[in-house]
């Protein structure tokens, strides 16, 4: 969020949006959702974000049957987070993937990956459906960046991929054990934190081991078990506390 900006405003995706746009127009979708639900008029003021770090105050021109058009009249440049956390996430039921997909979203994760892991039993997910719960959250939590939200993948496929041997990046593979310890508080040259979150019963034992092979930590994050959706979400705050 742009400081100084009025946080009452609606805010709307738009991907066209740049620093020299003078006009925009909405899609189909956010301009049936500005004039229908929102019930904007000509010369509202709303908001807009790109996804990738602009945002915009514009005001409404016209609505007509083309949809909503807007005149820019401010676009602000969101400077990244200086962390990047990307979360592996087994996959789960779709509604409990859906809220998970949400709240990362409103915590400002860069990459979410579904995963199929040992004990995954959730059906397939609609990778264009979580695209718009994350947009539905960008817009909501007023955030700059919209995350990645990529194609499902084998875990092994995944865990043997992430680049931990960067002195830059760490990983986390969230796995309740009476030994574990919590998220460590990170060396000043970290930028990039891997986190793995398991689906219902977790990972198994053969998946943990692949984890720390690749170099990821055995962490929990409380004494309780979570919900693998819960577990997600605590994990990336306790990450974001511990950047503060």
Same mark, same amino acid.
């Given at each position: 969020?742009?400081?100084?900006?009025?946080?009452?405003?609606?805010?709307?995706?738009?991907?066209?949006?740049?620093?020299?746009?003078? @006009?925009?127009?909405?899609?189909?979708?956010?301009?049936?959702?500005?004039? &229908?639900?929102?019930?904007?008029? $000509?010369?509202?003021?709303?908001?807009?974000? +790109? =996804? +990738?770090?602009?945002?915009?105050?514009?005001?409404?021109?016209?609505?007509?049957?083309? =949809?909503?058009?807007?005149?820019?009249?401010?676009?602000?440049?969101?400077?990244?987070?200086?962390? &990047?956390?990307?979360?592996?996430?087994?996959?789960?039921?779709? +509604?409990?993937?859906?809220?998970?997909?949400?709240?990362?979203?409103?915590?400002?994760?860069?990459?979410?990956?579904?995963?199929? $892991?040992?004990? $995954?039993?959730?059906?397939?997910?609609?990778?264009? @459906?979580?695209?718009?719960?994350?947009?539905?959250?960008?817009?909501?939590?007023?955030?700059?960046?919209?995350?990645?939200?990529?194609?499902?993948?084998?875990?092994?496929?995944?865990?043997?991929?992430?680049?931990?041997?960067?002195?830059?990046?760490?990983?986390?593979?969230?796995?309740?054990?009476?030994?574990?310890?919590?998220?460590?508080?990170?060396?000043?040259?970290?930028?990039?934190?891997?986190?793995?979150?398991?689906?219902?019963?977790?990972?198994?034992?053969?998946?943990?081991? /692949?984890?720390?092979?690749?170099?990821? &930590?055995?962490?929990?994050?409380?004494?309780?078990?979570?919900?693998?959706? $819960?577990?997600?979400?605590?994990?990336?705050?306790?990450?974001?506390?511990?950047? /503060?």
């Amino acid at each position: 969020m742009v400081k100084g900006w009025d946080r009452q405003l609606a805010f709307f995706y738009a991907p066209d949006l740049s620093l020299h746009s003078t @006009h925009i127009q909405l899609s189909p979708e956010e301009s049936h959702h500005a004039s &229908r639900v929102l019930r904007k008029r $000509t010369d509202d003021h709303i908001g807009l974000i +790109n =996804g +990738n770090g602009l945002m915009a105050r514009a005001r409404i021109d016209r609505i007509d049957k083309k =949809g909503v058009a807007c005149i820019i009249e401010t676009v602000s440049t969101v400077p990244p987070p200086e962390h &990047r956390i990307h979360v592996g996430l087994g996959m789960i039921r779709p +509604n409990r993937m859906d809220w998970a997909v949400e709240k990362l979203t409103e915590l400002g994760v860069h990459t979410i990956q579904p995963l199929q $892991t040992d004990f $995954t039993t959730a059906p397939g997910l609609k990778r264009r @459906h979580l695209e718009r719960v994350a947009i539905s959250a960008m817009k909501q939590s007023q955030q700059a960046y919209l995350p990645t939200i990529a194609e499902p993948r084998a875990f092994q496929d995944w865990i043997l991929q992430v680049p931990l041997q960067a002195e830059h990046a760490a990983g986390y593979i969230a796995h309740w054990m009476p030994d574990a310890k919590r998220i460590p508080s990170p060396a000043d040259s970290l930028r990039e934190i891997y986190l793995a979150v398991g689906p219902e019963g977790g990972f198994s034992e053969r998946e943990v081991q /692949l984890a720390v092979e690749a170099g990821f &930590r055995i962490v929990k994050l409380q004494e309780q078990i979570l919900r693998s959706e $819960t577990a997600a979400v605590v994990a990336v705050s306790q990450i974001k506390f511990l950047f /503060l």
